[in-house]
């Protein structure tokens, strides 16, 4: 079992950034792939991006060149760094982990993932 605890988020202007961290316990995250997804309100959730076990990134067109997501798996920890917010940034943030053996694979689906954290909101005012 991985239990995955994000924080982070808060109440921030347009063009302003915020980092957002999952923190992982019970596991060791170096055998997973991490993923971030994202849900506003009335809104289905969608993927933002992922990282593989071996630190290769994927990000939606949304926000390619302004988001950027790690690893530091000697802190068990997942970090999504968020640069030049808009408020249709606005949603809860969730990180999420998959046990996989592939070091390159990369998941985008939220099915794929088997373990979710709670979330951490992040609103943008205009």
């Known amino acids: 079992q991985v239990q995955l605890v994000e924080s982070g988020g808060g109440l921030v202007q347009a063009g302003d950034s915020l980092r957002l961290s999952c923190a992982a316990s019970g596991r060791t995250l170096s055998r997973y792939v991490m993923g971030w997804f994202r849900q506003a309100p009335g809104k289905e959730r969608e993927f933002v991006a992922a990282?593989?076990?071996?630190?290769?990134?994927y990000y939606a067109d949304s926000v390619k060149g302004r988001f950027a997501i790690s690893r530091d798996n000697a802190k068990n920890t997942v970090y999504l760094q968020t640069n030049s917010l808009k408020p249709e940034d606005t949603a809860v943030y969730y990180c999420?982990?998959?046990?996989?053996?592939?070091?390159?694979?990369?998941?985008?689906?939220?099915?794929?993932?088997?373990?979710w954290g709670q979330g951490t909101q992040v609103t943008v005012s205009s």
């Open positions: 990282v593989s076990r071996g630190s290769d990134t």
């Open positions: 999420a982990a998959k046990y996989h053996i592939t070091y390159s694979a990369i998941l985008l689906k939220d099915e794929e993932y088997d373990y």
